[in-house]
């Protein structure tokens, strides 16, 4: 268990429908990455936040949003779904001042299947 | 552009030692991380090299050379567990990580 908590764990749902993807990074973790995996495209990284703040952005399309919280909890929005959205949707995160390193811990995906 | 090339299957038997490669080609390299991931889990961290050189814990060890674009993830005594995707992961400036296609390693018995 990474300490990285993801709901929902499956979500299904219809094309040009909206869903929200939440995440709860690691306790002290700053940062929060999400990315994207399908079999065609791999794991890709979609955006990043840091302290509320976005700090980079991946390949993460324009029906796409994220933002993070004051309590550092993050939100992945996706609408107009189309059926290439299905994917699983990954939150990392890093940053804890009391670690070294920065790595990043995944939390165990949110499966998006658009019908 | 990024681009990241590893094997797409590996082989082996149980208890053995397997090697799995990955070049890569990126602009601002700060360091090259291993993960791995059973069917339909969270990719889990293995290893993280920043600078040249062996990083050793436990069966696992990981391999960077900067100068020539090239890292290896070694698993030695191979155990049907370890069977998995393994994806080298290249760390980017602001801690991105672009990840590379993936090796399913297969360990027979």
């Known amino acids: 268990d990474s300490g990285v908590t993801q709901t929902p764990k499956h979500l299904i749902t219809a094309t040009g429908q909206r869903v929200t993807l939440r995440c709860s990074p690691r306790?002290?973790?700053?940062?929060v990455y999400w990315y994207q995996q399908s079999l065609d495209q791999g794991l890709q990284f979609l955006i990043q936040y840091y302290n509320g703040e976005e700090r980079a952005k991946g390949n993460i399309l324009e029906r796409f949003s994220a933002q993070q919280f004051p309590d550092l909890h993050s939100e992945l929005n996706l609408s107009s779904l189309e059926l290439g959205d299905s994917a699983l949707y990954f939150c990392a995160s890093s940053g804890n001042k009391r670690e070294a390193s920065d790595t990043q811990y995944f939390g165990p995906g949110t499966r998006l299947t658009v019908l | 552009g990024q681009s990241l090339e590893q094997p797409s299957e590996v082989t082996a038997v149980e208890g053995a030692i397997v090697q799995i490669n990955c070049t890569y080609q990126?602009?601002?390299?700060?360091?090259l991380s291993w993960y791995q991931q059973h069917d339909g889990g969270a990719p889990t961290f293995l290893s993280y090299n920043a600078l040249d050189g062996l990083e050793e814990t436990g069966r696992f060890s990981s391999f960077l050379s900067r100068s020539d674009s090239y890292g290896y993830l070694l698993l030695q005594e191979l155990q049907m567990k370890d069977s998995a995707s393994y994806f080298c992961?290249?760390?980017?400036?602001?801690?991105?990580?672009?990840f590379g296609a993936g090796t399913i390693l297969r360990v027979k018995s």
């Open positions: 306790s002290g973790d700053l940062s």
């Open positions: 992961a290249v760390r980017e400036y602001g801690n991105k990580l672009v």
């Open positions: 990126t602009s601002g390299f700060y360091g």
